[in-house]
C-alpha cells in the first residue's frame, strides 16, 4: 500500500539554525510527493511539491527533492526562522492529480529567538 | 476571494448522536476532499467528491458518509457517533481531478468532540 514515515517530533531549534525533517514513502507506481505546513490554529498550507524523480520543490526557503532511488523527500532549509514554528506534514498523492493525499503523521518545529 | 470555509468551527456531541459538517470550496473549484485528523497525527482520507457522486473512498466505516451540492459545497455526515470519532475535520478543494497540475486548499477544520 502507499505510506509515508517522518521524522517525529517536537524539535526545537535556535533561530538561524539548519533544520530537515527526513521523510521516506512506499508507493506503487509514481506518486506526487508534498510538504504541507500547519500553523497554529489554521488548516493545512501546501509548502512545496514535486510531481516526478529528480524535481526539487522550493518555497520560502524551503527545498526537497523527490528521490526515487531512495524513496525519499526530505525537507531542507538553511536557517530557519520564528516564524517557521509549525507542524510539518510530508505527504504523497498516489497517482497525481488532484487525488486522496496520504500522509505522514507530522513534526512539530518550534523555533526558539 | 474566499479560500474554504468550513462551518461550524467547534462541536460537542454525545456518543450516539449524528452530526453534519458543512464546507464550501475555493472559487472555480469543484472538488471536495475531507480527511480526520486525530490529535497528534496526520490527515486520514475519509472520501473525495466530484459531480456530486463519491469517487474515492478512504477505509472508513459506513457510518461516515456526504454530499455535495450543484454548487459543489459539501456536507460530512457521521452517525452513531463514538468517543473515537473526535478529531479535527478538514475539508480540502481542488480543481477537476484530471487535472494534472493541481493543489488542494484545505480549510480551517472543524473540531467535533464526542463525550
Known amino acids: 500500500g502507499n505510506s509515508v514515515t517522518q521524522m517525529e517530533g517536537p524539535v526545537t531549534l535556535s533561530e538561524e539554525a539548519f533544520l530537515t525533517i527526513n521523510c521516506t514513502y512506499t508507493?506503487?507506481?509514481?506518486?506526487?510527493l508534498f510538504w504541507y505546513v500547519q500553523y497554529p490554529g489554521e488548516g493545512l498550507q501546501l509548502l512545496l511539491k514535486?510531481?516526478?524523480?529528480?524535481d526539487k520543490g522550493s518555497n520560502k526557503g524551503f527545498e526537497a527533492t523527490y528521490r526515487k532511488e531512495t524513496t525519499s523527500f526530505h525537507l531542507e532549509k538553511g536557517s530557519v526562522q520564528v516564524s517557521d514554528s509549525a507542524v510539518y506534514f510530508c505527504?504523497?498523492?498516489?497517482?497525481?492529480?488532484?487525488?486522496?493525499?496520504?500522509f505522514g503523521k507530522g513534526m512539530k518545529l518550534t523555533v526558539n529567538p | 476571494d474566499a479560500g474554504v470555509t468550513q462551518s461550524p468551527t467547534h462541536l460537542i456531541k454525545t456518543r450516539g448522536q449524528q452530526v453534519t459538517l458543512r464546507c464550501s470550496p475555493k472559487?472555480?473549484?469543484?472538488?471536495v476532499s475531507w480527511y480526520q485528523q486525530a490529535l497528534g497525527q496526520g490527515p486520514q482520507f475519509i472520501f473525495q467528491?466530484?459531480?456530486?457522486?463519491?469517487?474515492q473512498r478512504g477505509n472508513f466505516p459506513d457510518r461516515f458518509s456526504g454530499h455535495q451540492f450543484p454548487n459543489y459545497s459539501s456536507e460530512l455526515n457521521v452517525n452513531a457517533l463514538l468517543l473515537g470519532d473526535s478529531a479535527l475535520y478538514l475539508c480540502?478543494?481542488?480543481?477537476?481531478?484530471?487535472?494534472?497540475?493541481?493543489?488542494?486548499?484545505f480549510g480551517p477544520g472543524t473540531r467535533l468532540t464526542v463525550t
Open positions: 480540502a478543494s481542488s480543481e477537476n481531478f484530471r487535472t494534472e497540475t493541481y493543489e488542494q486548499y
Open positions: 508507493a506503487t507506481g509514481y506518486p506526487s
Open positions: 514535486a510531481t516526478k524523480a529528480d
Open positions: 505527504a504523497l498523492s498516489p497517482r497525481g492529480g488532484s487525488e486522496k493525499l496520504v
Open positions: 472559487s472555480g473549484h469543484d472538488t
Open positions: 467528491y466530484y459531480e456530486e457522486e463519491e469517487r
